[in-house]
């Protein structure tokens, strides 16, 4: 339902501030968006890079699962889990999102000369399947948090662009309307009681005329 307005000059003028306001922040917005949407383009496409290399990592390191399987002591997989996710804070296109730094992992838990060589390539390649795993989960984040922002962006663009500039032409179309109705209308009544006022003069004036004797026979 829409809001009722008041037919008044200041109600007039408050809808046309509101329209200067919306015509000028929308470009704003417009130009938010557009911003945004190469951003989310940009990240989607680093996302799928990423996650790419990790499965191609993960096929790897498959060669090396059923051997390292055999070799009981060896917790290879779990020397090669992040010790810690190192992330910065950066400012894209208005929205504060976290950026992947690096990984740190831990010590091998196993003797380095005493095991095959081929472990050691196994661990390099299950720890850079795991870097490249912590850093897509950080972009999926970021890709998430900016597409959320583009959503809330298309949508007031849409309020301003489909709703509230269309509206508040409206009002101001309307309101001119009536004012321009009530201005004939009050035209029109004194112009009425113009004439009523100099029709009231004429028959003072016929009454104050002395009256004409009749002639005599």
């Not at 498959?62 to 090669?80: C, I, P, S, T």
């Not at 380095?112 to 999926?140: G, I, S």
């Not at 009523?196 to 002395?210: F, H, N, Q, T």
Request: proline share 4%.
């Amino acid at each position: 339902m829409a809001k009722k307005i008041k037919y008044t000059r200041p109600e007039l003028k408050r809808q046309r501030d509101l329209l200067t306001r919306f015509e000028r922040y929308l470009p704003t917005l417009k130009l938010k968006q557009q911003q945004l949407q190469l951003t989310v383009r940009d990240v989607r496409k680093e996302l799928r890079q990423a996650e790419d290399e990790a499965r191609r990592a993960e096929a790897r390191f498959n060669a090396y699962r059923r051997v390292l399987a055999d070799r009981a002591g060896l917790d290879v997989e779990g020397a090669a889990e992040p010790d810690e996710v190192r992330t910065s804070t950066a400012n894209v296109a208005g929205i504060r999102v976290p950026v992947f730094e690096d990984v740190t992992f831990r010590a091998p838990i196993y003797s380095l000369f005493a095991t095959p060589a081929w472990v050691d390539q196994a661990l390099a390649d299950l720890r850079h399947r795991n870097r490249l795993r912590a850093q897509a989960e950080v972009l999926r984040d970021q890709y998430e948090r900016l597409r959320r922002e583009l959503t809330k962006i298309m949508q007031r663009v849409n309020l301003f662009e489909k709703v509230k500039i269309p509206e508040t032409r409206d009002n101001i179309r309307r309101i001119r309307i009536q004012l321009g109705d009530a201005m004939t209308a009050a035209v029109c009544r004194a112009k009425i009681a113009k004439e009523k006022l100099a029709g009231s003069d004429s028959l003072l004036e016929a009454a104050a005329r002395p009256r004409q004797e009749a002639p005599t026979a």
